[in-house]
């Protein structure tokens, strides 16, 4: 919030991702009152390697596991039991293997609540993230755009804790803070010395538990909320990002957008914040990620600041969308067409995931890609044109998204199908293949050696219930992919049936064609 959309780098969209999507605009909103760039997260996870009868990925993740209980019940201190320890094999036909390095350790307490922290000695600065197993697809129709609104609301502080307050100790201390929602979580974090950890936790803490709910704060947000609405219809990409998605995921729980509409915000009364706050956050849908230069006595100090915290475990329907060929668009006189054509593709689970990063990254990723070059380089039709991949938990997305002159639109959507029937019908070649492999492989390196980076990657996989693989078992996963495992994956996300959200001076009738 806060920011006019910009289009990302390869390495911005890999941040975190650990081969998951890159998220078009419109699908994760982010703000801390003046903050705003939005982020594209991912989810990602992991079934059983089918590529390799010997041993699971499962089997090849370390990872360790502790509960955390009171000693009495009038003591908060922790007691560590260590549960379990999965072996990081790499195995051979008689089981063998060799343990690597503990990327993570996981903590449950007695409440529910998870911590997962990832030590990086090397830095001076720490990293903590308090992520809600809530998110957009969650609400009523009477709650539409409540996730995102109690991310604005909780940063009012609580009644120890004002929204000065609040900020004028982050920035007295150089903190770097924000928030961000999406359809499937909610994220805050903040980022500070190592040595300031227990304010940024303090604050945490105060503001998802206790939050106040100052009518007169609600009012005043409420604007803010509307604005960024505003704001968002302004802008054409954004636009056509939500229509696509109405277009692909129609009554489906993904469809409704995470900020809500401008009657569900203004029609939202402070009770039903509350029931929706209460209802969603609990500990039992939270993760706290910490990552960076850790101190000793941290799981203490989570237990000290969450320990007392009560609620229900939540719930989440899980439906698998009906996508059927349709053609979306926000008729305006612009003087680019904005136009995004993809259909349904592979879940976030799916095992089929890294062949569909390497073949996405071959279409659209980077400035050697197919449509890059064919489009822009080649003919010069368009500046902006790039893929992207949408994995949920219950359905999955793939499309494209090219800005042009609406003369230029038919012309530009041909050679957009046809580049992905090339795809489907025929694969990429080894060259493309190896390249892709390299891109991604090296982004990944890159995206995760900072503190922010490695939280987010770690709160995100843990908060969808995702597989922790290390880096050396993602660089494993991508360089097994194999030429008939991409011409596979290629066949399920790209071969329809199509739909299109777009913005320009057109009707749908005028792009039917290019979704039959």
């Not at 499962?58 to 596991?65: C, G, I, K, P």
Request: net charge negative.
């Amino acid at each position: 919030m806060g920011h006019a959309p910009k289009q990302r780098t390869a390495n911005e969209r890999f941040v975190g991702c650990m081969l998951g999507s890159k998220k078009p605009h419109g699908l994760t909103r982010r703000s801390a009152g003046q903050h705003g760039r939005r982020e594209a997260p991912a989810d990602e996870g992991s079934k059983r390697n089918e590529r390799d009868p010997k041993r699971s990925r499962a089997e090849r993740v370390q990872r360790s596991t502790t509960d955390i209980r009171s000693r009495t019940p009038g003591d908060r201190r922790p007691e560590f039991v260590v549960k379990e320890i999965e072996a990081s094999g790499f195995g051979s036909e008689n089981g063998s293997y060799h343990r690597a390095p503990m990327e993570h350790e996981l903590t449950t307490l007695p409440n529910g609540l998870r911590l997962i922290t990832h030590h990086m000695p090397s830095t001076r600065s720490v990293a903590v993230g308090c992520w809600i197993d809530t998110g957009s697809r969650d609400e009523t129709p009477t709650e539409a755009g409540a996730s995102h609104f109690l991310e604005h609301l909780l940063f009012k502080g609580s009644e120890d804790w004002s929204a000065r307050r609040i900020s004028e100790t982050l920035d007295g201390i150089g903190a770097r803070h924000n928030a961000f929602t999406s359809k499937e979580y909610t994220c805050f974090w903040t980022r500070m010395r190592d040595e300031d950890l227990p304010t940024g936790v303090e604050i945490l803490a105060e503001m998802i538990q206790r939050p106040s709910f100052r009518q007169s704060e609600i009012d005043s947000e409420r604007n803010v909320v509307l604005e960024e609405i505003n704001m968002n219809e302004d802008d054409p990409t954004d636009v056509a990002h939500e229509e696509f998605i109405n277009a692909i995921w129609d009554g489906h729980p993904l469809a409704p957008p995470v900020l809500g509409t401008r009657d569900s915000i203004n029609d939202m009364s402070r009770s039903t914040i509350h029931n929706y706050w209460e209802r969603r956050y609990t500990p039992h849908s939270v993760v706290v990620a910490v990552a960076g230069n850790l101190p000793d006595g941290l799981t203490e100090m989570i237990g000290d600041r969450f320990g007392d915290w009560q609620g229900e475990a939540t719930e989440r329907e899980f439906v698998a969308p009906t996508v059927r060929s349709e053609v979306r668009v926000t008729r305006r006189d612009t003087e680019q067409a904005h136009l995004i054509i993809g259909s349904q593709s592979i879940t976030r689970d799916d095992e089929r995931r890294f062949a569909l990063s390497l073949v996405d990254h071959i279409l659209g990723g980077g400035m050697s890609s197919r449509l890059f070059h064919e489009i822009r380089e080649t003919r010069g039709l368009a500046y902006a044109v790039h893929s992207f991949r949408l994995p949920f938990s219950d359905a999955g997305a793939s499309g494209t998204y090219v800005g042009t002159k609406p003369g230029q639109a038919d012309e530009v959507l041909k050679i957009v199908r046809d580049q992905l029937g090339m795809v489907v019908e025929s694969g990429v070649t080894s060259e493309e293949l190896d390249r892709a492999k390299g891109h991604v492989k090296g982004s990944l390196a890159i995206s995760l050696e900072d503190a922010n980076s490695r939280m987010n990657l770690i709160g995100r996989t843990e908060i969808v219930g995702q597989e922790h693989l290390t880096v050396d078992q993602i660089v494993e996963a991508i360089s097994a992919v194999t030429h008939d495992e991409v011409v596979d994956v290629a066949k399920v996300a790209y071969d329809g049936p199509y739909v299109i959200g777009a913005v320009g001076p057109f009707d749908s009738q005028d792009l039917e064609e290019h979704v039959e």
